[in-house]
């Protein structure tokens, strides 16, 4: 078939500044020499994201993952984490990358996160924490996770990586937990090319996390930690903050998508949409269908009849993660340990949203889905 439009349609597009803004920014790097190490633009950015999240310090990183490698190098986590595996590779590879071992437990079948009835079950004398996800920005049961964590003495590091600018019944889902981390990728809602950041409470942490994305460097003669390198460039950190100056902008244009996807899909039998978001702010990252055995197609069927018209959809989160081979043979890994997260990556296809998606572009996704 022949695609309506001229160019794909992608998941996602990355929201960019006009290059003219950025122009005077680059000057300043240039002028001033300083490329990287706790820049201007880095100490700019780490006070400006305090002050639009909500929150009381913020580290940011050269990406999510290596600041999710350094969140549990922060709190000398070690042993097994209780995650779940309907997310992104780079949370359970953190964990390996950290010599721990990830801990599989089922998601719930609504919010598509970790489900609280079954972390109890999980837990082992080796246990030392959760990393839950905030999955597709949505997020988690906070309340109940913080009290299984406080009961057991565990510690909590939710990947934030899809939930910037959320916030939930208690203010900025960031304030949750030991510590969350985002991502500022260029697929993500916030995005400074590469980049990421961990979100903590008190000085302390902030300061540990300082050096161990240093090296472990405190001076020049002191080395405390066997760090890494972790720093955002003055390039990246430039970039953020003039990325924050459209950021409400564009999150609204993603919501207009979001409700309108809605619109046109609410009475397509065999396609749940997840609720929309309750209390709180969203910031409309991801835009997932699940495709139920009442369509007249299957998940993969659709999702190929919108590639052959230039949609590129993607199936988020498939294969599951205890599905690779580094994951699949451990015993949380089981099928019958996870049904619903089986059963969900199997009928989930992200739809395109992104602040660039024309009416027009959305009304004929939607329309190959309605059929
Ligand atoms: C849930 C989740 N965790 C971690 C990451 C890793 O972030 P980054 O790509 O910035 O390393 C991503 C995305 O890339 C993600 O979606």
């Given at each position: 078939?022949?695609?309506?439009?001229?160019?794909?349609?992608?998941?996602?597009r990355?929201?960019?500044?006009?290059?003219?803004?950025?122009?005077?920014?680059?000057?300043?790097?240039?002028?001033?020499?300083?490329?990287?190490?706790?820049?201007?633009?880095?100490?700019?950015?780490?006070?400006?994201?305090?002050?639009?999240?909500?929150?009381?310090?913020?580290?940011?990183?050269?990406?999510?993952?290596?600041?999710?490698?350094?969140?549990?190098?922060?709190?000398?986590?070690a042993?097994?984490?209780?995650?779940?595996p309907?997310?992104?590779?780079?949370?359970?590879?953190?964990?390996?990358?950290?010599?721990?071992?990830?801990?599989?437990?089922d998601?719930?079948?609504?919010?598509?996160?970790?489900?609280?009835?079954?972390?109890?079950?999980?837990?082992?004398?080796?246990t030392?924490?959760?990393?839950?996800?905030?999955?597709?920005?949505?997020?988690?049961?906070?309340?109940?996770?913080?009290?299984?964590?406080?009961?057991?003495?565990?510690?909590?590091?939710?990947?934030?990586?899809?939930?910037f600018?959320?916030?939930?019944?208690?203010?900025?889902?960031?304030?949750?937990?030991?510590?969350?981390?985002?991502?500022?990728?260029?697929?993500?809602?916030?995005?400074?090319?590469?980049?990421?950041?961990?979100?903590?409470?008190?000085?302390?942490?902030?300061?540990?996390?300082?050096?161990?994305?240093?090296?472990?460097?405190?001076?020049?003669?002191?080395?405390?930690?066997?760090?890494?390198?972790?720093?955002?460039?003055?390039?990246?950190?430039?970039?953020g903050?003039?990325?924050?100056?459209?950021?409400?902008?564009?999150?609204?244009?993603?919501?207009?998508?979001?409700?309108?996807?809605?619109?046109?899909?609410?009475?397509?039998?065999?396609?749940?949409?997840?609720?929309?978001?309750?209390?709180g702010?969203?910031n409309?990252?991801?835009?997932?269908?699940?495709?139920?055995?009442?369509?007249?197609?299957?998940?993969?069927?659709?999702?190929?009849?919108?590639?052959?018209?230039?949609?590129?959809?993607?199936?988020?989160?498939?294969?599951?993660?205890?599905?690779?081979?580094?994951?699949?043979?451990?015993?949380?890994?089981?099928h019958?340990?996870?049904?619903?997260?089986?059963?969900?990556?199997?009928?989930?296809?992200?739809?395109?949203?992104?602040?660039?998606?024309?009416?027009?572009?959305?009304?004929?996704?939607?329309?190959?889905?309605?059929?």
């Amino acid at each position: 078939m022949i695609s309506p439009f001229k160019d794909p349609v992608y998941v996602t597009r990355p929201f960019l500044p006009p290059l003219e803004e950025f122009i005077p920014y680059l000057q300043q790097i240039w002028n001033s020499k300083q490329l990287t190490n706790n820049g201007p633009f880095h100490q700019q950015l780490e006070q400006a994201l305090c002050d639009y999240l909500g929150v009381k310090h913020v580290a940011l990183f050269t990406n999510g993952t290596v600041a999710l490698i350094t969140a549990l190098q922060t709190l000398r986590i070690a042993g097994e984490v209780i995650t779940t595996p309907y997310s992104f590779v780079a949370t359970a590879h953190s964990l390996l990358w950290n010599g721990i071992k990830p801990v599989f437990v089922d998601i719930d079948p609504v919010t598509l996160n970790l489900d609280p009835d079954r972390i109890e079950a999980a837990i082992t004398p080796q246990t030392t924490a959760i990393m839950p996800v905030h999955c597709y920005g949505r997020p988690c049961d906070v309340d109940r996770i913080e009290k299984i964590a406080d009961n057991y003495g565990l510690k909590v590091i939710y990947d934030a990586a899809h939930a910037f600018g959320v916030k939930c019944h208690n203010g900025s889902v960031l304030n949750n937990g030991d510590l969350s981390v985002l991502s500022f990728h260029a697929t993500k809602v916030f995005n400074t090319f590469e980049g990421g950041a961990i979100v903590c409470h008190d000085a302390k942490a902030k300061q540990r996390i300082d050096h161990l994305k240093n090296f472990g460097f405190v001076d020049d003669v002191t080395v405390v930690a066997p760090g890494i390198n972790g720093k955002m460039s003055e390039f990246n950190a430039a970039l953020g903050l003039l990325q924050l100056k459209g950021i409400d902008a564009a999150i609204q244009k993603r919501q207009a998508v979001d409700t309108r996807y809605r619109k046109a899909l609410s009475a397509v039998k065999g396609v749940r949409c997840l609720p929309p978001p309750g209390e709180g702010v969203s910031n409309y990252a991801y835009f997932p269908i699940l495709v139920q055995p009442d369509y007249p197609l299957s998940r993969d069927a659709l999702y190929q009849k919108m590639l052959d018209q230039g949609i590129i959809a993607r199936r988020y989160f498939y294969p599951l993660i205890s599905d690779f081979p580094m994951y699949r043979g451990m015993p949380s890994a089981a099928h019958a340990n996870l049904p619903v997260a089986k059963q969900v990556a199997e009928q989930v296809i992200c739809l395109p949203i992104h602040p660039a998606l024309s009416n027009e572009q959305v009304d004929s996704v939607a329309g190959i889905i309605v059929g």
